[in-house]
């Protein structure tokens, strides 16, 4: 119930290409779903983030689409930079205020 | 400039040995937590402290342990009891009670037990 399931491991696309990140949870009382993104060696930054009372967020070339009733939420990544490349996860809060974090996805953009 | 300041960057232990990483921040938040990351893995929380002299059990504290006497400091001691120490240890902050949840990492250190 606490967890959260994130899909691809690994994600290679080329440069201006659409990189997609899915997760899914099962707990419905979580209340706040941030992305984070990494880059070797670093330690990760918050990128973009959702409340479940929207359906969809975007800044810029990232977007998250978020599906209560799936219980599922998305990053699509536009026109996708060599830049790009980094790891990202997805989270979500629970009740208790703690983020949950899925298992990250190695994006690899290629030029 | 405000952030986390995490050290060292790497670290070798020989097994049986304890070792501790510092993490120190200049943001004024009240939370500091401690991650660790291994590959496929995620983010797993450790210890987490909400205020000074108080902290609590993540979801795999065994074999570590932790102090909060200040408030910008919350270093992580990897005990000898830790049966997997080899990983990437992170540090984050956020502001106590934040709506946003936001946390700010450090850039980690990096524990390899030869």
């Known amino acids: 119930q606490q967890q959260v399931k994130q899909s691809p491991q690994s994600l290679i696309v080329q440069k201006g290409g659409i990189s997609i990140i899915n997760c899914a949870y099962e707990?419905?009382?979580?209340?706040?779903f941030p992305w984070y993104q990494q880059f070797p060696g670093k330690g990760p930054a918050l990128l973009i983030a959702i409340r479940p009372d929207v359906s969809e967020k975007k800044e810029g070339r990232f977007t998250i689409s978020f599906n209560k009733s799936a219980k599922q939420f998305s990053l699509h990544i536009m026109d996708s930079q060599p830049g790009d490349s980094a790891t990202y996860f997805c989270a979500a809060r629970n009740q208790g205020g703690k983020l949950i974090f899925g298992q990250g996805t190695e994006l690899s953009v290629k030029p | 400039d405000g952030g986390i300041t995490q050290s060292p960057k790497y670290l070798f232990r020989k097994e049986g040995q304890n070792v501790t990483l510092s993490c120190e921040q200049n943001l004024n938040h009240d939370a500091m937590y401690w991650y660790r990351q291994d590959p496929g893995q995620g983010l797993r929380l450790i210890y987490y402290s909400q205020i000074v002299n108080d902290f609590q059990k993540g979801d795999i504290a065994e074999g570590y342990s932790v102090s909060r006497e200040k408030k910008e400091s919350f270093p992580l001691t990897v005990t000898s009891a830790q049966k997997n120490p080899t990983a990437f240890y992170l540090c984050a902050s956020s502001t106590a009670g934040t709506a946003t949840g936001e946390l700010f990492f450090g850039e980690g250190s990096r524990l390899t037990v030869l």
């Open positions: 707990n419905t009382a979580f209340d706040y």
